[in-house]
């Protein structure tokens, strides 16, 4: 098929702290563009799309940061925020390192097309922050890129994990407040979203769509004794439930794209580990474990690396 009628698009799945998985998946496929082709991520990826922790690093991908920088953040202020206990503490937590990463930024300022899902509190329906026309379902005339907030307000809102992060209210263009959470309660997988995008709104060929799609890994839950401060994670319901619902939302949307989207080429990576020493949750702040994720991320990359050749090369 002729180069220029392949259209890439990239989707990132949320999932906290386990997003050093993606980086390590990332990283590859940056090397990967890099030595063959010269390119960086938003150069190759006519779409990335990403949810709570996805959302942060499609963000800072779609602005052309390259994945060093991206995980060099990460290992400086993922413990910092994750350590914090109060909600109100990581949440404010997580506002300073946006406006110290994002300032006042705007969607216009975006490289290629992206998508930032958040969820609407009161209407219970999901919020998608975008920066091209091409990608609006509808009301084309008064499309605004990202509403009119900033980029750094979509991903805090994106990330708003309640109830460990507190609410994210923002004001759009035509100053309407909403009040947003965790993108991740409607798409913690956010491929559907983005496919819905490429063969809907900017009516792509599905013959020439290729999709990545990019997991945080699945792991066996941490065992916590009683002298550690959060032992008591291990036993509480509001914990577990919100960890469950994460992980069958992304199961749910991944056995929809398949169904629905399966003649859509499509390359899957999120692996499962049960090795007790990856033991890990979203919450997970002990670096050292964190960057074992990041190891794990390269190596399901190699598992696919000639697929992923024939995508992006």
């Known amino acids: 098929m002729e180069e220029q009628r392949i259209f890439r698009v990239l ?3 949320g999932g906290g702290a386990k997003g050093f998985y993606t980086l390590g998946v990332l990283s590859e496929i940056e090397a990967l563009l890099q030595h063959h ?9 006519d779409l990335i799309f990403g949810t709570s922790t996805g959302a942060i690093i499609a963000a800072l991908l779609a602005l052309g940061k390259p994945v060093d920088e991206v995980h060099t953040l990460y290992r400086d202020h993922v413990p910092t925020v994750m350590k914090t206990l109060l909600p109100s503490k990581k949440s404010a937590a997580l506002k300073k390192l946006s406006d110290d990463i994002f300032g006042e930024t705007g969607f ?3 490289k290629t097309r992206v998508g930032i899902v958040a969820t609407r509190w009161l209407e219970e329906r999901p919020m998608i922050f975008k920066n091209d026309l091409s990608q609006a379902h509808g009301q084309q005339e008064s499309f605004v890129p990202g509403f009119g907030v900033t980029v750094g ?5 994106s990330c708003s994990a309640y109830p460990f992060f507190s609410r994210k209210v923002v004001t759009t263009s035509k100053k309407e407040r909403v009040e947003l959470f965790d993108g991740g309660f409607c798409a913690n997988n956010p491929t559907l979203y983005a496919l819905a995008d490429a063969t809907v709104a900017m009516k792509i060929p ?3 769509i290729r999709m990545v799609s990019i997991g945080v890994g699945e792991y066996p839950s941490p065992k916590r004794y ?3 401060p959060r ?3 291990d036993l509480s319901p509001i914990v577990r439930l919100l960890q469950k619902t994460l992980e069958v939302n992304t199961q749910s949307m991944n056995v929809l794209r398949f169904v629905l989207f399966k003649h859509i080429q499509t390359i899957r990576v999120s692996d499962k580990f049960m090795t007790p020493e990856l033991a890990t949750d979203l919450l997970e702040y002990n670096l050292g474990r964190l960057d074992k994720l990041f190891q794990q991320g390269r190596d399901s990359y190699a598992k696919q690396q000639d697929d992923f050749r024939k995508f992006l090369l």
Do not use: Y
Not at 37 to 45: D, L, S, T, V
Not at 153 to 157: G, H
């Open 11 to 13: 989707s990132l799945d």
């Open 37 to 45: 082709r010269k390119q960086g991520i938003h150069e190759r990826f």
């Open 108 to 110: 216009d300022a975006v």
């Open 153 to 157: 307000e979509a991903v805090q809102a």
């Open 206 to 208: 599905p013959e020439n």
């Open 226 to 228: 009683f002298w550690h």
């Open 231 to 233: 032992w008591w994670f």
